[in-house]
């Protein structure tokens, strides 16, 4: 059984920098690709970045690029999210999600995700 764990969420000001860790069991992970989304209240869940199973790509949201960046360890099953010069509008609970191809976890469609965790909330204060 495929489960995925957020940590390291929390609440951080305006211009601030903020880590969220996945970490990955019931899975090979190295087979996976995976992805960060966020969903905002009152909003839809939307893409923040994915990379590839073997962390060689990356894709990104316009919103996000250059300031997040994502990464994973698969000797750790774990994949990270870290956030650099963050936003008000950054706030939102963030979610780790698996897919058993590279091309679909980078593609940025939460309909092709496999797997979720439970997400980790990330306030942004001004």
């Known amino acids: 059984q495929v489960q995925l764990v957020e940590s390291g969420g929390g609440l951080v000001q305006a211009g601030g920098s903020l880590s969220v860790s996945c970490a990955a069991s019931?899975?090979?992970?190295?087979?996976?690709?995976m992805a960060w989304f966020r969903q905002a209240p009152g909003k839809e869940r939307e893409f923040v970045g994915g990379?590839?199973?073997?962390?060689?790509?990356?894709n990104y949201a316009d919103s996000v690029k250059g300031r997040f960046t994502i990464s994973r360890d698969n000797a750790k099953n774990t994949v990270v999210l870290q956030m650099n010069s963050l936003k008000p509008e950054d706030t939102a609970v963030y979610y780790c999600?698996?897919?058993?191809?590279?091309?679909?976890?980078?593609?940025?469609?939460?309909?092709?995700?496999?797997?979720w965790g439970q997400g980790t909330q990330v306030t942004v204060s001004s």
């Open positions: 999600a698996a897919a058993d191809s590279s091309i679909r976890a980078l593609k940025g469609s939460a309909y092709d995700m496999d797997d």
């Open positions: 990379i590839s199973r073997g962390g060689g790509s990356t």
């Open positions: 019931g899975m090979s992970f190295s087979m996976y690709g």
